[in-house]
């Protein structure tokens, strides 16, 4: 299992960064906190909510789907509401349905047009 990635720094409005930040993680689907992780692998958990550290550095690995990330320092409360964090599989083979579908469109009309050149030089 490869699990996709959500990083930012939280900073207040003016851009000045928010040490030792709180970052909580939940689902938009049943408002549930969603399982965090260190790693793409998932083997390591971490705490949900997280805090961030003196450089304001917030990231974590978590099944794809859609989430509501709160953010809250001295500054006060930032929200981000239904972010969507893709799985990596899904998003390479959809890319990869998307291009193939692309293709097979071009090939249809490339062979449209030699079949109308052909026809055309025969006249």
Known sequence: MTLPIWQATITDEDG???????VEVR???D???ASLFSDR???SPISNPMTTGADGFAQFFVTGGEYKITATSAAGTKTWRWVEIQDFGTAATNATTDFLQTANNLSDVTAACLLY???AADE
């Open 41 to 43: 692998t998932g083997s």
């Open 27 to 29: 689902r938009e689907s």
């Open 31 to 33: 408002n549930g906190l």
């Open 117 to 119: 050149t052909s026809d």
């Open 16 to 22: 000045t960064v928010q040490a030792s930040a709180s």
